[in-house]
Protein backbone atom coordinates (compact mmCIF):
# COMPACT_ATOMS: atom_id res chain seq x y z
CA UNK A 1 0.00 0.00 0.00
CA UNK A 2 3.20 2.11 0.83
CA UNK A 3 4.11 1.99 -2.81
CA UNK A 4 0.28 2.46 -4.28
CA UNK A 5 -0.26 5.60 -2.41
CA UNK A 6 2.86 7.12 -3.64
CA UNK A 7 2.12 6.24 -7.06
CA UNK A 8 -1.67 6.99 -7.17
CA UNK A 9 -2.44 9.57 -4.04
CA UNK A 10 -3.72 8.61 -0.48
CA UNK A 11 -7.46 9.55 -2.14
CA UNK A 12 -7.19 6.54 -4.40
CA UNK A 13 -6.04 4.21 -1.78
CA UNK A 14 -8.69 5.21 0.87
CA UNK A 15 -11.39 4.12 -2.07
CA UNK A 16 -9.59 0.92 -2.70
CA UNK A 17 -9.54 -0.11 0.70
CA UNK A 18 -12.97 0.82 0.91
CA UNK A 19 -13.89 -1.21 -2.19
CA UNK A 20 -12.46 -4.49 -0.89
CA UNK A 21 -14.16 -4.08 2.60
CA UNK A 22 -17.07 -4.31 0.35
CA UNK A 23 -15.90 -7.23 -1.46
CA UNK A 24 -15.46 -9.21 2.42
CA UNK A 25 -18.52 -8.20 3.53
CA UNK A 26 -20.52 -9.19 0.35
CA UNK A 27 -18.96 -12.47 0.57
CA UNK A 28 -18.53 -13.57 4.34
CA UNK A 29 -21.15 -11.35 5.44
CA UNK A 30 -20.94 -8.49 7.74
CA UNK A 31 -21.33 -9.84 10.91
CA UNK A 32 -18.27 -11.86 10.28
CA UNK A 33 -15.74 -9.65 8.83
CA UNK A 34 -12.91 -7.28 10.28
CA UNK A 35 -10.71 -4.48 9.60
CA UNK A 36 -7.61 -4.82 11.74
CA UNK A 37 -5.91 -2.11 10.60
CA UNK A 38 -4.12 -0.68 7.54
CA UNK A 39 -4.89 -2.88 4.77
CA UNK A 40 -5.24 -5.66 6.93
CA UNK A 41 -9.02 -7.94 7.12
CA UNK A 42 -9.83 -10.86 9.35
CA UNK A 43 -13.13 -12.91 8.17
CA UNK A 44 -14.87 -16.01 9.77
CA UNK A 45 -16.25 -19.19 7.86
CA UNK A 46 -16.99 -22.78 7.46
CA UNK A 47 -14.41 -24.92 6.35
CA UNK A 48 -16.52 -26.41 3.41
CA UNK A 49 -16.82 -23.01 1.61
CA UNK A 50 -13.66 -21.22 2.69
CA UNK A 51 -11.59 -21.89 -0.42
CA UNK A 52 -15.07 -21.09 -2.89
CA UNK A 53 -15.60 -17.77 -0.91
CA UNK A 54 -11.84 -16.36 -1.66
CA UNK A 55 -11.78 -17.51 -5.14
CA UNK A 56 -14.56 -15.19 -5.40
CA UNK A 57 -12.79 -12.56 -3.21
CA UNK A 58 -9.92 -12.41 -5.75
CA UNK A 59 -11.64 -12.36 -8.51
CA UNK A 60 -14.16 -9.34 -7.35
CA UNK A 61 -10.82 -7.80 -6.28
CA UNK A 62 -9.06 -8.02 -10.19
CA UNK A 63 -11.91 -5.57 -10.95
CA UNK A 64 -12.07 -3.31 -7.95
CA UNK A 65 -11.68 0.32 -7.82
CA UNK A 66 -11.87 0.34 -12.03
CA UNK A 67 -8.94 -2.11 -12.18
CA UNK A 68 -6.40 0.39 -10.29
CA UNK A 69 -5.81 -2.18 -7.07
CA UNK A 70 -3.30 -4.69 -5.62
CA UNK A 71 -3.10 -8.57 -5.26
CA UNK A 72 -5.16 -9.99 -2.55
CA UNK A 73 -3.19 -12.04 -0.61
CA UNK A 74 -4.73 -14.66 2.08
CA UNK A 75 -4.24 -16.89 4.95
CA UNK A 76 -5.99 -19.03 7.18
CA UNK A 77 -6.33 -20.84 9.77
CA UNK A 78 -8.14 -23.72 9.76
CA UNK A 79 -9.90 -24.52 13.83
CA UNK A 80 -10.02 -28.46 13.25
CA UNK A 81 -6.33 -28.33 13.46
CA UNK A 82 -6.60 -26.83 17.18
CA UNK A 83 -9.73 -25.15 18.51
CA UNK A 84 -8.12 -21.75 19.88
CA UNK A 85 -8.40 -18.02 20.66
CA UNK A 86 -10.04 -16.03 17.98
CA UNK A 87 -7.07 -14.17 18.56
CA UNK A 88 -4.35 -16.45 18.41
CA UNK A 89 -6.72 -17.85 15.09
CA UNK A 90 -6.10 -14.66 13.71
CA UNK A 91 -2.33 -14.38 14.72
CA UNK A 92 -2.21 -18.14 13.04
CA UNK A 93 -3.97 -16.82 9.80
CA UNK A 94 -1.43 -13.50 9.33
CA UNK A 95 0.96 -15.67 9.55
CA UNK A 96 0.56 -18.09 6.81
CA UNK A 97 -0.23 -15.16 4.99
CA UNK A 98 2.53 -13.51 5.09
CA UNK A 99 4.65 -16.54 3.54
CA UNK A 100 3.12 -15.05 0.34
CA UNK A 101 5.27 -12.05 0.63
CA UNK A 102 7.10 -10.96 -2.85
CA UNK A 103 4.50 -12.98 -4.43
CA UNK A 104 2.86 -10.82 -6.97
CA UNK A 105 -0.53 -12.25 -7.60
CA UNK A 106 -3.65 -13.11 -5.58
CA UNK A 107 -3.91 -16.33 -3.53
CA UNK A 108 -3.86 -17.91 0.09
CA UNK A 109 -1.75 -20.28 2.12
CA UNK A 110 -3.18 -22.66 4.79
CA UNK A 111 -1.53 -22.85 8.49
CA UNK A 112 -0.34 -25.98 8.97
CA UNK A 113 1.83 -27.96 11.50
CA UNK A 114 5.69 -26.72 10.23
CA UNK A 115 4.63 -23.19 10.44
CA UNK A 116 3.22 -23.69 14.02
CA UNK A 117 6.97 -24.53 15.26
CA UNK A 118 7.74 -21.61 13.36
CA UNK A 119 5.52 -19.88 15.51
CA UNK A 120 6.54 -21.59 18.48
CA UNK A 121 10.06 -21.17 17.99
CA UNK A 122 9.47 -17.13 17.42
CA UNK A 123 8.07 -17.53 20.52
CA UNK A 124 10.80 -19.16 22.12
CA UNK A 125 13.36 -16.60 20.81
CA UNK A 126 11.15 -13.37 21.75
CA UNK A 127 10.96 -14.61 25.44
CA UNK A 128 14.26 -15.43 26.13
CA UNK A 129 16.03 -12.48 23.59
CA UNK A 130 17.14 -10.20 26.33
CA UNK A 131 18.19 -13.08 28.57
CA UNK A 132 20.47 -14.11 26.08
CA UNK A 133 22.17 -10.92 25.17
CA UNK A 134 22.75 -10.42 29.00
CA UNK A 135 24.08 -14.07 29.34
CA UNK A 136 25.97 -14.00 26.14
CA UNK A 137 24.14 -16.39 24.30
CA UNK A 138 24.47 -14.49 21.24
CA UNK A 139 28.20 -14.75 20.08
CA UNK A 140 29.60 -12.84 17.11
CA UNK A 141 31.97 -15.12 14.70
CA UNK A 142 33.80 -13.22 12.25
CA UNK A 143 34.49 -14.57 8.40
CA UNK A 144 37.48 -13.17 6.62
CA UNK A 145 37.22 -11.77 3.25
CA UNK A 146 40.32 -12.16 1.26
CA UNK A 147 41.80 -9.93 -1.53
CA UNK A 148 41.95 -12.23 -4.86
CA UNK A 149 44.76 -10.62 -5.67
CA UNK A 150 47.39 -11.35 -2.67
CA UNK A 151 45.35 -13.97 -0.58
CA UNK A 152 45.61 -11.87 2.68
CA UNK A 153 42.50 -10.74 4.86
CA UNK A 154 41.71 -7.77 3.97
CA UNK A 155 37.93 -7.09 5.77
CA UNK A 156 35.55 -9.51 8.20
CA UNK A 157 32.12 -9.94 8.51
CA UNK A 158 30.48 -9.80 11.95
CA UNK A 159 28.11 -12.62 11.96
CA UNK A 160 25.82 -13.49 14.64
CA UNK A 161 25.50 -16.96 16.73
CA UNK A 162 22.87 -17.75 19.02
CA UNK A 163 24.23 -20.32 21.16
CA UNK A 164 21.34 -21.51 23.52
CA UNK A 165 21.86 -23.66 26.87
CA UNK A 166 19.05 -26.15 25.98
CA UNK A 167 18.34 -25.63 22.73
CA UNK A 168 21.93 -26.06 21.09
CA UNK A 169 23.19 -23.64 18.31
CA UNK A 170 20.66 -21.52 16.07
CA UNK A 171 20.71 -21.22 12.82
CA UNK A 172 20.30 -17.51 11.39
CA UNK A 173 17.07 -18.15 10.07
CA UNK A 174 15.76 -19.36 13.38
CA UNK A 175 15.98 -15.93 14.97
CA UNK A 176 16.27 -12.95 12.95
CA UNK A 177 13.00 -13.14 11.17
CA UNK A 178 11.46 -13.86 14.36
CA UNK A 179 13.19 -10.64 16.11
CA UNK A 180 12.68 -8.98 12.72
CA UNK A 181 8.95 -9.29 12.72
CA UNK A 182 9.15 -8.36 16.30
CA UNK A 183 10.50 -5.10 15.83
CA UNK A 184 13.75 -6.09 18.26
CA UNK A 185 16.46 -6.48 15.88
CA UNK A 186 18.02 -3.07 16.19
CA UNK A 187 19.03 -4.37 20.08
CA UNK A 188 21.26 -7.35 18.44
CA UNK A 189 22.84 -5.34 15.41
CA UNK A 190 23.65 -2.75 18.07
CA UNK A 191 24.75 -5.16 20.10
CA UNK A 192 27.41 -6.63 17.62
CA UNK A 193 28.57 -3.40 16.57
CA UNK A 194 29.55 -3.06 20.59
CA UNK A 195 30.98 -6.67 20.03
CA UNK A 196 32.72 -5.64 16.75
CA UNK A 197 34.80 -2.22 18.88
CA UNK A 198 35.86 -4.55 21.14
CA UNK A 199 37.44 -6.75 19.01
CA UNK A 200 39.13 -3.65 17.12
CA UNK A 201 40.18 -2.44 20.39
CA UNK A 202 41.69 -5.27 21.67
CA UNK A 203 43.58 -5.75 18.32
CA UNK A 204 44.93 -2.37 18.66
CA UNK A 205 46.36 -2.76 22.29
CA UNK A 206 47.94 -6.10 21.28
CA UNK A 207 49.44 -4.29 18.04
CA UNK A 208 47.59 -6.35 15.64
CA UNK A 209 46.81 -4.96 11.98
CA UNK A 210 43.12 -3.34 11.85
CA UNK A 211 41.55 -4.76 8.70
CA UNK A 212 37.70 -3.17 8.56
CA UNK A 213 34.68 -5.14 10.00
CA UNK A 214 31.68 -5.22 8.31
CA UNK A 215 28.08 -5.14 10.45
CA UNK A 216 24.34 -6.54 8.74
CA UNK A 217 21.40 -4.25 9.32
CA UNK A 218 18.18 -4.78 8.86
CA UNK A 219 14.87 -2.68 7.70
CA UNK A 220 13.51 -2.74 11.05
CA UNK A 221 16.61 -0.86 12.58
CA UNK A 222 15.68 1.92 10.53
CA UNK A 223 12.35 1.94 11.47
CA UNK A 224 12.47 1.35 14.95
CA UNK A 225 15.64 4.15 16.05
CA UNK A 226 18.13 6.36 14.16
CA UNK A 227 20.30 3.51 13.87
CA UNK A 228 22.72 5.78 11.74
CA UNK A 229 22.81 8.07 14.92
CA UNK A 230 23.02 5.08 17.34
CA UNK A 231 26.21 3.22 15.00
CA UNK A 232 27.87 6.90 14.65
CA UNK A 233 27.91 7.65 18.69
CA UNK A 234 29.04 3.83 19.52
CA UNK A 235 32.28 4.29 16.96
CA UNK A 236 33.19 7.48 17.78
CA UNK A 237 33.05 6.96 21.77
CA UNK A 238 35.17 3.83 20.96
CA UNK A 239 37.50 6.12 18.97
CA UNK A 240 37.85 3.89 15.76
CA UNK A 241 37.48 5.44 12.33
CA UNK A 242 34.69 5.25 10.71
CA UNK A 243 35.52 4.26 7.69
CA UNK A 244 36.62 0.50 9.72
CA UNK A 245 33.16 -0.07 10.36
CA UNK A 246 31.23 -0.87 6.64
CA UNK A 247 27.21 -1.01 6.80
CA UNK A 248 25.84 -4.23 4.67
CA UNK A 249 22.60 -3.82 3.50
CA UNK A 250 20.53 -5.78 1.24
CA UNK A 251 18.86 -5.02 -1.79
CA UNK A 252 15.69 -6.02 -0.42
CA UNK A 253 15.82 -3.46 2.19
CA UNK A 254 16.22 -0.98 -0.45
CA UNK A 255 13.22 -1.55 -2.15
CA UNK A 256 10.81 -1.13 0.79
CA UNK A 257 10.86 1.99 0.67
CA UNK A 258 13.50 3.44 -1.96
CA UNK A 259 13.66 7.11 -1.44
CA UNK A 260 13.72 6.54 2.28
CA UNK A 261 16.59 4.35 2.68
CA UNK A 262 18.38 6.14 -0.04
CA UNK A 263 18.66 8.82 2.30
CA UNK A 264 19.81 6.74 5.00
CA UNK A 265 22.30 5.23 2.76
CA UNK A 266 23.62 8.93 2.02
CA UNK A 267 23.42 9.65 5.81
CA UNK A 268 26.00 7.01 6.39
CA UNK A 269 28.41 7.59 3.57
CA UNK A 270 28.23 11.35 4.52
CA UNK A 271 29.73 10.36 7.75
CA UNK A 272 32.08 8.41 6.40
CA UNK A 273 31.00 4.70 6.92
CA UNK A 274 31.22 3.05 3.71
CA UNK A 275 28.24 1.00 2.38
CA UNK A 276 27.95 -2.00 0.69
CA UNK A 277 24.96 -3.77 -1.25
CA UNK A 278 25.02 -7.26 0.14
CA UNK A 279 22.80 -10.62 -1.66
CA UNK A 280 23.52 -8.75 -4.84
CA UNK A 281 21.08 -10.76 -7.36
CA UNK A 282 18.97 -12.13 -5.23
CA UNK A 283 15.83 -11.45 -6.81
CA UNK A 284 15.24 -7.76 -7.04
CA UNK A 285 15.60 -5.04 -9.42
CA UNK A 286 19.74 -4.46 -8.43
CA UNK A 287 20.12 -2.39 -11.31
CA UNK A 288 17.71 -0.01 -10.71
CA UNK A 289 19.24 0.61 -7.55
CA UNK A 290 22.50 0.63 -8.87
CA UNK A 291 21.64 3.63 -10.95
CA UNK A 292 20.20 5.77 -8.11
CA UNK A 293 22.29 4.54 -5.21
CA UNK A 294 26.56 4.88 -5.30
CA UNK A 295 27.40 1.63 -3.16
CA UNK A 296 30.87 1.43 -2.07
CA UNK A 297 31.23 -2.55 -2.92
CA UNK A 298 28.89 -4.78 -4.22
CA UNK A 299 28.43 -8.12 -2.95
CA UNK A 300 27.17 -10.74 -5.12
CA UNK A 301 25.04 -13.28 -3.79
CA UNK A 302 26.90 -16.86 -4.13
CA UNK A 303 24.75 -18.48 -6.18
CA UNK A 304 26.82 -16.65 -8.73
CA UNK A 305 29.72 -18.47 -7.50
CA UNK A 306 28.11 -21.80 -7.40
CA UNK A 307 27.33 -21.89 -11.21
CA UNK A 308 30.68 -20.84 -11.67
CA UNK A 309 32.05 -24.73 -13.54
CA UNK A 310 28.08 -25.83 -14.25
CA UNK A 311 27.50 -23.80 -17.03
CA UNK A 312 29.15 -21.14 -19.62
CA UNK A 313 25.81 -19.09 -19.48
CA UNK A 314 26.58 -18.45 -15.73
CA UNK A 315 30.37 -17.60 -16.30
CA UNK A 316 29.19 -14.89 -19.11
CA UNK A 317 26.45 -13.43 -16.65
CA UNK A 318 29.27 -13.22 -14.22
CA UNK A 319 31.65 -11.60 -15.91
CA UNK A 320 29.27 -9.17 -17.72
CA UNK A 321 28.55 -8.17 -14.06
CA UNK A 322 32.15 -7.81 -13.29
CA UNK A 323 32.25 -5.07 -16.05
CA UNK A 324 29.54 -2.95 -14.73
CA UNK A 325 31.03 -2.94 -11.44
CA UNK A 326 34.41 -1.97 -12.48
CA UNK A 327 33.06 0.74 -14.88
CA UNK A 328 30.60 1.63 -12.27
CA UNK A 329 33.86 2.33 -9.87
CA UNK A 330 32.41 -0.29 -7.48
CA UNK A 331 34.46 -2.86 -5.78
CA UNK A 332 33.44 -6.55 -5.30
CA UNK A 333 33.40 -9.53 -3.15
CA UNK A 334 31.97 -13.05 -4.24
CA UNK A 335 30.77 -15.23 -1.45
CA UNK A 336 30.34 -18.71 -1.25
CA UNK A 337 33.94 -19.79 -2.94
CA UNK A 338 34.41 -23.04 -1.67
CA UNK A 339 36.69 -24.26 -4.80
CA UNK A 340 39.81 -23.49 -6.38
CA UNK A 341 38.59 -23.14 -9.98
CA UNK A 342 35.58 -20.67 -8.02
CA UNK A 343 39.08 -18.79 -6.61
CA UNK A 344 41.04 -18.58 -9.91
CA UNK A 345 37.95 -17.95 -12.57
CA UNK A 346 37.06 -14.90 -10.08
CA UNK A 347 40.86 -13.22 -9.86
CA UNK A 348 40.79 -13.56 -13.43
CA UNK A 349 37.44 -11.55 -13.89
CA UNK A 350 38.45 -8.66 -11.75
CA UNK A 351 36.42 -9.59 -8.92
CA UNK A 352 38.70 -7.86 -5.90
CA UNK A 353 37.38 -9.66 -2.60
CA UNK A 354 36.50 -13.46 -1.89
CA UNK A 355 34.83 -14.80 0.84
CA UNK A 356 33.51 -18.70 1.79
CA UNK A 357 35.12 -21.91 3.11
CA UNK A 358 37.99 -22.35 0.74
CA UNK A 359 39.67 -19.65 3.26
CA UNK A 360 37.65 -19.90 6.25
CA UNK A 361 34.13 -20.60 8.02
CA UNK A 362 33.04 -17.50 10.70
CA UNK A 363 35.12 -18.31 14.06
CA UNK A 364 34.55 -16.46 17.07
CA UNK A 365 37.30 -14.40 18.44
CA UNK A 366 38.78 -17.38 20.28
CA UNK A 367 38.91 -19.53 17.39
CA UNK A 368 40.94 -16.75 15.26
CA UNK A 369 43.45 -16.65 18.53
CA UNK A 370 43.71 -20.26 18.41
CA UNK A 371 44.90 -20.24 14.81
CA UNK A 372 47.29 -17.59 15.33
CA UNK A 373 48.74 -19.68 17.66
CA UNK A 374 48.40 -22.75 15.66
CA UNK A 375 50.26 -20.75 13.15
CA UNK A 376 47.64 -21.56 10.41
CA UNK A 377 46.18 -17.92 10.12
CA UNK A 378 45.62 -16.44 6.89
CA UNK A 379 47.43 -12.96 7.45
CA UNK A 380 46.10 -9.67 7.35
CA UNK A 381 46.60 -7.26 4.40
CA UNK A 382 48.86 -4.46 4.83
CA UNK A 383 46.22 -1.29 4.83
CA UNK A 384 48.92 0.46 3.28
CA UNK A 385 48.90 -1.33 0.48
CA UNK A 386 45.03 -2.44 -0.05
CA UNK A 387 45.03 0.64 -2.29
CA UNK A 388 47.37 -1.06 -4.50
CA UNK A 389 46.44 -3.89 -4.45
CA UNK A 390 42.35 -3.13 -5.28
CA UNK A 391 43.41 -1.22 -8.84
CA UNK A 392 45.97 -3.83 -9.72
CA UNK A 393 42.69 -6.67 -8.23
CA UNK A 394 40.04 -5.15 -10.45
CA UNK A 395 41.52 -5.72 -13.87
CA UNK A 396 39.54 -8.10 -15.49
CA UNK A 397 41.53 -10.25 -18.18
CA UNK A 398 38.44 -10.95 -20.21
CA UNK A 399 37.93 -7.01 -21.10
CA UNK A 400 39.96 -5.35 -23.55
CA UNK A 401 39.23 -1.86 -21.70
CA UNK A 402 42.20 -1.90 -19.82
CA UNK A 403 43.69 -1.32 -23.27
CA UNK A 404 41.58 0.96 -24.43
CA UNK A 405 39.05 1.32 -27.06
CA UNK A 406 41.06 2.60 -29.68
CA UNK A 407 44.10 0.34 -29.23
CA UNK A 408 41.84 -2.67 -29.69
CA UNK A 409 40.64 -0.85 -32.99
CA UNK A 410 43.83 -0.04 -34.66
CA UNK A 411 44.73 -3.40 -33.86
CA UNK A 412 41.27 -5.32 -34.73
CA UNK A 413 42.63 -7.31 -37.89
CA UNK A 414 45.66 -8.40 -36.13
CA UNK A 415 43.35 -10.47 -32.93
CA UNK A 416 43.63 -13.42 -35.42
CA UNK A 417 45.22 -16.16 -33.13
CA UNK A 418 43.97 -19.46 -31.88
CA UNK A 419 43.18 -17.82 -28.34
CA UNK A 420 39.72 -18.47 -27.83
CA UNK A 421 40.78 -14.67 -25.27
CA UNK A 422 43.34 -12.10 -25.36
CA UNK A 423 46.08 -13.73 -23.89
CA UNK A 424 46.42 -11.56 -20.49
CA UNK A 425 48.49 -11.47 -17.63
CA UNK A 426 49.63 -8.76 -14.62
CA UNK A 427 53.10 -9.04 -13.64
CA UNK A 428 55.05 -6.98 -10.79
CA UNK A 429 58.71 -5.52 -11.71
CA UNK A 430 60.75 -4.38 -9.19
CA UNK A 431 64.61 -3.60 -9.80
CA UNK A 432 65.37 -6.11 -12.81
CA UNK A 433 63.51 -8.98 -11.10
CA UNK A 434 59.75 -9.27 -12.40
CA UNK A 435 56.84 -12.30 -11.39
CA UNK A 436 53.35 -12.85 -12.73
CA UNK A 437 50.93 -12.15 -10.19
CA UNK A 438 47.72 -12.75 -12.28
CA UNK A 439 47.45 -14.75 -15.85
CA UNK A 440 44.18 -16.25 -17.49
CA UNK A 441 44.27 -19.02 -19.38
CA UNK A 442 44.99 -17.76 -22.94
CA UNK A 443 48.34 -15.96 -21.43
CA UNK A 444 49.26 -19.49 -19.56
CA UNK A 445 48.45 -21.45 -22.62
CA UNK A 446 50.40 -18.78 -24.68
CA UNK A 447 53.47 -19.37 -22.40
CA UNK A 448 53.36 -22.81 -22.77
CA UNK A 449 53.14 -23.16 -26.45
CA UNK A 450 55.26 -19.94 -27.65
CA UNK A 451 57.67 -19.77 -24.70
CA UNK A 452 58.00 -23.22 -22.72
CA UNK A 453 56.72 -21.92 -19.63
CA UNK A 454 54.45 -23.33 -17.18
CA UNK A 455 52.96 -20.60 -15.02
CA UNK A 456 51.29 -22.50 -13.18
CA UNK A 457 54.21 -24.09 -11.36
CA UNK A 458 55.83 -20.96 -11.58
CA UNK A 459 53.06 -18.80 -9.85
CA UNK A 460 52.62 -21.55 -7.06
CA UNK A 461 56.47 -21.75 -6.08
CA UNK A 462 56.29 -17.42 -5.83
CA UNK A 463 59.05 -14.85 -5.73
CA UNK A 464 60.72 -13.04 -8.52
CA UNK A 465 63.00 -13.77 -10.93
CA UNK A 466 65.88 -12.16 -12.93
CA UNK A 467 64.61 -10.27 -16.43
CA UNK A 468 66.55 -11.66 -19.34
CA UNK A 469 68.88 -8.41 -19.53
CA UNK A 470 69.26 -8.28 -23.54
CA UNK A 471 65.43 -9.28 -24.37
CA UNK A 472 63.56 -6.47 -26.43
CA UNK A 473 60.69 -6.92 -23.99
CA UNK A 474 62.82 -6.62 -20.96
CA UNK A 475 64.03 -3.42 -22.33
CA UNK A 476 60.50 -2.14 -23.15
CA UNK A 477 58.90 -3.21 -19.67
CA UNK A 478 61.65 -1.61 -17.64
CA UNK A 479 61.02 1.76 -19.69
CA UNK A 480 57.15 1.49 -19.48
CA UNK A 481 57.89 1.11 -15.53
CA UNK A 482 59.92 4.39 -15.60
CA UNK A 483 57.97 6.28 -17.94
CA UNK A 484 54.45 5.18 -17.54
CA UNK A 485 54.13 5.04 -21.54
CA UNK A 486 52.08 2.41 -23.06
CA UNK A 487 53.55 0.53 -25.87
CA UNK A 488 53.98 -2.07 -28.47
CA UNK A 489 56.61 -4.72 -29.27
CA UNK A 490 56.88 -6.92 -31.95
CA UNK A 491 59.02 -10.04 -30.77
CA UNK A 492 60.24 -12.77 -32.72
CA UNK A 493 59.86 -16.00 -31.19
CA UNK A 494 62.49 -19.04 -31.51
CA UNK A 495 60.29 -20.82 -34.70
CA UNK A 496 60.25 -17.40 -36.33
CA UNK A 497 56.54 -16.23 -35.39
CA UNK A 498 56.33 -12.66 -34.39
CA UNK A 499 54.44 -12.09 -30.98
CA UNK A 500 53.19 -8.50 -30.81
CA UNK A 501 52.22 -7.31 -27.54
CA UNK A 502 50.89 -4.29 -25.62
CA UNK A 503 52.29 -3.39 -21.97
CA UNK A 504 51.23 -0.72 -19.59
CA UNK A 505 51.77 0.40 -16.29
CA UNK A 506 48.80 -0.19 -13.80
CA UNK A 507 50.70 1.10 -10.58
CA UNK A 508 53.61 1.28 -8.15
CA UNK A 509 53.25 -0.20 -4.63
CA UNK A 510 53.61 2.14 -1.66
CA UNK A 511 55.46 0.00 0.95
CA UNK A 512 57.54 -2.24 -1.62
CA UNK A 513 58.23 -0.33 -4.60
CA UNK A 514 57.28 -3.18 -6.97
CA UNK A 515 55.45 -1.41 -9.94
CA UNK A 516 52.19 -3.73 -11.51
CA UNK A 517 52.13 -4.17 -15.56
CA UNK A 518 49.45 -5.26 -17.52
CA UNK A 519 50.67 -7.56 -21.00
CA UNK A 520 48.87 -8.42 -23.54
CA UNK A 521 49.28 -10.62 -26.72
CA UNK A 522 47.77 -8.73 -29.56
CA UNK A 523 48.11 -10.79 -32.38
CA UNK A 524 50.80 -13.87 -33.00
CA UNK A 525 52.07 -14.09 -36.62
CA UNK A 526 53.28 -17.35 -37.94
CA UNK A 527 56.55 -17.73 -40.54
CA UNK A 528 54.48 -18.13 -43.48
CA UNK A 529 52.34 -15.18 -42.89
CA UNK A 530 53.30 -11.63 -44.05
CA UNK A 531 54.26 -9.47 -40.83
CA UNK A 532 51.08 -7.22 -40.02
CA UNK A 533 51.56 -3.13 -41.17
Request: aromatic letters at 10%; glycine letters at 8%; proline letters at 3%.
Amino acid sequence: MKHFNRQHGFDEGDQLIREVAGILASAFGEQCVARFGQDHFAAISDEEHVEELAANVFEQGRRANNGVNLPISAGIYRFSMEDVSIGVAWDHAKFAGDQRNGIYESGFSYFDADMLKQVENMRYVINHFDQALEENWIVVHYQPIVRAINGHVCDEEALSRWIDPTRGTLHPDDFIPALEEAGLIYKLDLYVVDRVLEKIKLQEESGLTIVSHSVNLSRSDFEVCDIVEEIRSRVDAAGIDRSKIPIEITESIIGADFDFMKEQVERFQALGFPVWMDDFGSGYSSLDVLEDIKFDLIKFNMSFTQKIGKSEEGRIVLTELMKMATALGVNTICEGVETEEQSRFLQEIGCSKLQGFLFSKALPLEGIIERYKAGIQIGYENPAESEYFEAIGKVNLYDLAIITAEDVNENESLLQNAFSTLPMGVMEVKGNEAVFVRTNQSYREFANRYLGIDFSDQMASGGFRPLGSDSPFTKLVLECCETGNRAFLDDKMADGSVVRSFIRRIRTNPVTGATAMVVAILSITSPSQEPSA
